[in-house]
């Protein structure tokens, strides 16, 4: 594909990431699980993709590059050298996309806009329509402080919150956790692509991608006791989450190490990576472990050390939820 070609659909992408009209959308039925029981027994693959020069001589990611990243991380993930071929592995044409993004920490620690219209961009040459990929989070004033320009309807990627839309009436129920869930998961997407980011979280430990579907259900302030555990478990065994998970891309341009989850610029560091997995609990655990390394490098007590472990992790992956690998010996980790 041309650097030209790139170019203009990437400037398609960004105007329909800004255009503002009505929506329409269908849901199908999800066609693979991202955890069948059994799965926790496989060995799980976690790439670690980095790009030094992600921002160039700037504090802008470069949208060349991280589509670059990008590719890179999904051909390690799926061993096949062609990028469009390696997202056919993950959705099909038909499908109805929604890109869960984590927009509470504003321009400072978000899903990274160019992130996203990298995987937009991929996704339609995947043979996804444009008007079937919804970019979403909670709330759509969040999304706008984040960078993001809410888009709703025509024939342009979808960018909206729940707000816009409302949770289902009735609520869905496992273990400890009874909740509303988002009618843009519900209704409006099959296939979910997980696009949390890597950070510390005051209560919880660290929030990536199991927390991060705290941002699907209506009242996710009654799961924080107990450092969220066992709530992010149950939470991901829910059927409607657990049957649409396809993919989590960890946006970790920026992380934070300490005090989140809001933005603390000085407990952010840029690490400038994607941490791209099909294990939600593999990438967890993966992504901890880099959190504990750079509060080691800055003199820091460990989670453990401070009673903030993320306890839910091993929670996920214990026998009654099998959500994914939380052992590091039957972790592959892939790091380029």
Request: glycine residues 10%; positive net charge; charged residues 25%.
């Given at each position: 594909?041309?650097?030209v070609h790139i170019a203009s659909r990437r400037d398609f992408l960004k105007r329909a990431l800004?255009?503002?009209?009505?929506?329409?959308?269908?849901?199908g039925s999800a066609l693979l699980t991202a955890a069948e029981p059994g799965a926790a027994q496989a060995k799980s693959k976690v790439v670690i993709?980095?790009?030094?020069?992600?921002?160039?001589?700037?504090?802008?990611?470069?949208?060349?590059?991280m589509l670059s990243l990008l590719d890179r991380a999904m051909q390690a993930l799926f061993d096949r050298d062609d990028p469009v071929e390696n997202w056919r592995r993950v959705v099909r044409p038909g499908d109805s996309v929604g890109l869960k993004v984590n927009t509470l920490g504003g321009r400072g620690i978000s899903s990274n806009l160019q992130l996203v219209e990298a995987i937009c961009e991929r996704l339609q040459e995947a043979g996804i329509?444009?008007?079937?990929?919804?970019?979403?989070?909670?709330?759509?004033?969040?999304?706008?402080?984040?960078?993001?320009?809410?888009?709703?309807?025509?024939?342009?990627?979808?960018?909206?919150?729940?707000?816009?839309?409302?949770?289902?009436?009735?609520?869905?129920?496992?273990?400890?956790?009874?909740s509303r869930l988002s009618k843009i998961?519900?209704?409006?997407?099959?296939?979910?692509?997980?696009?949390?980011?890597?950070?510390?979280?005051?209560?919880?430990?660290?929030?990536?991608?199991?927390?991060?579907?705290?941002?699907?259900?209506?009242?996710?302030?009654?799961?924080?006791?107990?450092?969220?555990?066992?709530?992010?478990?149950?939470?991901?065994?829910?059927?409607?989450?657990?049957?649409?998970?396809?993919?989590?891309?960890?946006?970790?341009?920026t992380a934070m190490y300490d005090g989140g989850p809001a933005y603390k610029p000085d407990h952010s560091w840029k690490e400038n990576a994607l941490i791209v997995s099909q294990d939600p609990v593999a990438l967890d655990y993966m992504g901890w472990q880099m959190?504990?390394?750079?509060?080691?490098?800055?003199?820091?007590?460990?989670?453990?050390?401070?009673?903030?472990?993320?306890?839910?992790?091993?929670?996920?992956a214990d026998a009654e939820h099998r959500l994914g690998m939380n052992d590091p010996t039957r972790i592959s980790r892939v790091e380029i």
């Open positions: 594909m041309s650097q800004t255009s503002t009209a009505l929506l329409s959308g269908t849901c993709a980095r790009d030094a020069l992600l921002r160039g001589t700037g504090s802008t990611v470069d949208s060349r590059r329509r444009a008007k079937d990929i919804v970019v979403w989070d909670r709330d759509s004033g969040e999304m706008e402080r984040a960078g993001f320009r809410v888009s709703v309807g025509g024939n342009g990627v979808q960018c909206f919150g729940t707000d816009g839309v409302d949770y289902e009436q009735d609520l869905a129920l496992y273990g400890s956790v009874g998961l519900t209704q409006r997407t099959n296939v979910l692509i997980n696009v949390p980011v890597l950070k510390d979280h005051d209560g919880a430990g660290v929030t990536i991608a199991l927390k991060n579907m705290y941002g699907v259900i209506h009242n996710p302030n009654k799961y924080h006791p107990n450092g969220c555990d066992p709530y992010v478990a149950d939470l991901n065994m829910l059927p409607e989450i657990r049957t649409r998970m396809r993919l989590v891309i960890c946006d970790a341009t959190i504990e390394r750079k509060r080691a490098q800055k003199g820091l007590k460990t989670l453990e050390g401070e009673e903030r472990a993320p306890r839910y992790i091993a929670t996920a």
